[in-house]
């Protein structure tokens, strides 16, 4: 166990709504990241959140973003949901440093009907 | 732009016999390499890593994968299996460092099936 905690574990949204997602850090970590994970493929980098800030962004559109607070946890907020939007949310935690692991949290499935 | 490439998208593999996860990646550059595993319905988990140092890197289940730099690959290798180790496997590169922030680029993942 990893330490990472996420929740909800599973949600049902419909098109156009809007989600937060949620993420506890691993104790001591000071960044996170937020993955997207689409059934069958590999995760992609949505962005990285560092001392509070954005500090590194993938190819995601801005209606995708996020929160760290000063407890380090986090939030990813996706708005206007749309269908290709389903799949499995993944929140890592890591100390910001070069060669650093990064600890996976189980996740969080979101349907988008 | 880093780009991983899982040669297999499914390995079926009977019980006890040995296996090889291919994994290569773009850039000769210096780069951290991952191999992470997904249990199913679960998030990933980390299997084992090469930052720098020895070529052969082992995980504490008997996986081991070796660092090619020539060949840009980082094949993963266990010499026998058991039906626990059914899962998707990936393969990751990281180039930290090279910028501001930490970034994890996945391959798309290699389906394996051990087969009783």
């Known amino acids: 166990e990893t330490g990472v905690t996420q929740s909800p574990t599973h949600l049902i949204k419909t098109r156009g709504q809007q989600v937060t997602l949620r993420c506890s850090s691993q104790?001591?970590?000071?960044?996170v990241s937020w993955y997207q994970q689409a059934l069958g493929q590999g995760p992609q980098f949505i962005f990285q959140?560092?001392?509070?800030?954005?500090?590194g962004r993938g190819n995601f559109p801005p209606r995708f973003s996020g929160l760290q607070f000063p407890n380090y946890s986090s939030e990813l907020n996706v708005n206007a949901l749309e269908l290709d939007d389903s799949a499995l949310y993944l929140c890592?935690?890591?100390?910001?440093?070069?060669?650093?692991?990064?600890?996976f949290g189980e996740g969080s499935w979101l349907t988008v009907v | 732009a880093q780009s991983v490439t899982q040669l297999d998208s499914q390995v079926p593999v009977f019980e006890e016999a040995p296996v090889e996860l291919r994994c290569n990646y773009s850039s000769s550059v210096s780069v951290y390499l991952f191999w992470y595993v997904q249990y199913p319905n679960q998030g990933l988990q980390l299997l084992l890593k090469?930052?720098?140092?020895?070529?052969l890197v082992e995980s504490i289940n008997g996986f081991e994968a070796e660092f090619n730099k020539s060949q840009t690959s980082f094949h993963l290798r266990k010499p026998s299996v058991h039906i626990s180790d059914t899962a998707e496997y990936f393969c990751a590169v990281s180039d930290w460092g090279k910028t501001s922030y930490d970034k994890v680029i996945f391959g798309p993942g290699t389906s394996l099936s051990v087969i009783p």
């Open positions: 104790s001591g970590h000071n960044t």
């Open positions: 959140y560092y001392r509070e800030e954005e500090n």
């Open positions: 890592a935690s890591s100390l910001a440093a070069s060669g650093n692991t990064i600890y």
């Open positions: 090469y930052l720098s140092g020895s070529t």
